[in-house]
């Protein structure tokens, strides 16, 4: 939950997903839907997803136990090289060094690292392996982390304050506010869609997202193909639609923007139809319940 996602924010997530799914195994036995549900407003849904697949692998083939080695967690879906090495050397003092952003900060300022892109990546992997202790590899990866986090900033490093100053080559060669190296961030590009609000009374359209992609598995109004460039609306049918506004989300590699069209139709003949108040029980991304805040109650 915590990749690309604020403690604060998490906090209330964590404690109801807990409550809720005790064990890895009532994790795997729920359906997708109704964790996309309880994951709704954390974003990066396919993190749910791979939870999902990693809680069934290991009630399937592990018989509920975590596997206890980097060589087995790094297979499972969802696992990258920090988690997996997170998951070894603290839970199964495996001697490997996790490395994550605050990591990778803390051993390119201590060692003077000035590479970038995949050379400072594996630069940093060849301090680290020289890093690892068979005992104490859990505690120092927390350790690095905490002085990352606490001292090591992105901006503004408390090095006064910070222990490791007389060891930092970094602050030595008064390089602390320039590393590490980042490269550049192209401009994130712009999509376009369009989304269609169809009313019967109280109820609403919505449909499922496919299972593979960009939101997968979860539910929205019925929504137009992404365009790199704006084009003229294609209703789903002829009726009277009426523009009711426009929103607009930003996404990790794109920034969309998606106007929505609003239409009453005379039957529920065809789609899937809930009560206009019972949305809040469906999956559904932010960019959709920004939408809601158009739809007149």
Same mark, same amino acid.
Request: glycine share 6%; with cysteine.
């Given at each position: =939950?915590?990749?690309?996602?604020t403690v604060?924010?998490?906090?209330?997530?964590?404690?109801?997903?807990?409550? %809720?799914?005790?064990?890895?195994?009532?994790?795997?036995?729920?359906?997708?839907?109704?964790?996309?549900?309880?994951?709704?407003?954390?974003?990066? @849904?396919?993190?749910?997803?791979?939870?999902?697949?990693?809680?069934?692998?290991?009630?399937?083939?592990?018989? +509920?136990?975590?596997?206890? !080695?980097?060589?087995?967690?790094?297979?499972?879906?969802?696992?990258?090289?920090?988690?997996?090495?997170?998951?070894?050397?603290?839970?199964?003092?495996?001697?490997?060094?996790?490395?994550?952003?605050?990591?990778?900060?803390?051993?390119?300022?201590?060692?003077?690292?000035?590479?970038?892109? =995949?050379?400072?990546?594996?630069?940093?992997?060849?301090?680290?392996?020289?890093?690892?202790?068979?005992?104490? !590899?859990?505690a120092l *990866?927390?350790?690095?982390?905490?002085?990352?986090?606490?001292?090591?900033?992105?901006?503004?490093?408390?090095?006064?304050?910070?222990?490791?100053?007389?060891?930092?080559?970094?602050?030595?060669?008064?390089?602390?506010?320039?590393l590490p190296?980042?490269?550049?961030?192209?401009?994130?590009?712009?999509? @376009? +869609?369009? *989304?269609?609000?169809? %009313?019967?009374?109280?109820?609403?359209?919505?449909?499922?997202?496919?299972?593979?992609?960009?939101?997968?598995?979860?539910?929205?109004?019925?929504?137009?193909?992404?365009?790199?460039?704006?084009?003229?609306?294609?209703?789903?049918?002829?009726?009277?639609?009426?523009?009711?506004?426009?929103?607009?989300?930003?996404?990790?590699?794109?920034?969309?923007?998606?106007?929505?069209?609003?239409?009453?139709?005379?039957?529920?003949?065809? +789609?899937?139809?809930?009560?206009?108040?019972?949305? +809040?029980?469906?999956?559904?991304?932010?960019?959709?319940?920004?939408?809601?805040?158009?739809?007149?109650?």
């Open positions: =939950m915590l990749q690309q996602t604060a924010t998490v906090k209330g997530y964590f404690a109801k997903f807990l409550e %809720r799914w005790p064990t890895i195994q009532d994790l795997a036995a729920t359906s997708q839907d109704e964790l996309m549900h309880c994951w709704q407003g954390l974003g990066y @849904y396919s993190r749910a997803r791979n939870l999902h697949k990693t809680a069934k692998i290991i009630t399937d083939q592990y018989q +509920g136990i975590v596997p206890n !080695s980097y060589e087995h967690l790094i297979k499972l879906p969802g696992l990258g090289p920090y988690t997996a090495a997170a998951i070894a050397s603290i839970a199964f003092k495996e001697p490997l060094i996790a490395i994550d952003t605050n990591v990778n900060r803390v051993l390119c300022r201590l060692f003077a690292i000035s590479a970038i892109g =995949m050379t400072q990546k594996e630069q940093v992997q060849d301090v680290a392996n020289t890093l690892a202790h068979t005992n104490h !590899s859990g *990866s927390q350790a690095l982390m905490d002085v990352g986090s606490s001292f090591c900033k992105s901006k503004n490093p408390k090095c006064d304050d910070c222990f490791l100053k007389s060891n930092c080559r970094a602050y030595l060669q008064n390089l602390q506010n320039v190296l980042k490269p550049l961030r192209p401009t994130r590009p712009k999509r @376009y +869609g369009h *989304s269609f609000i169809m %009313r019967h009374k109280t109820q609403v359209c919505i449909e499922k997202r496919p299972e593979k992609g960009l939101l997968a598995s979860l539910y929205q109004f019925p929504t137009s193909e992404f365009s790199s460039e704006q084009t003229s609306v294609q209703y789903p049918f002829k009726a009277t639609w009426e523009h009711i506004g426009t929103v607009r989300h930003i996404f990790t590699h794109f920034e969309l923007e998606l106007t929505l069209w609003e239409t009453t139709v005379s039957n529920t003949n065809h +789609g899937l139809w809930t009560e206009l108040s019972n949305l +809040g029980n469906y999956g559904m991304p932010t960019m959709f319940k920004k939408a809601l805040s158009y739809v007149k109650t």
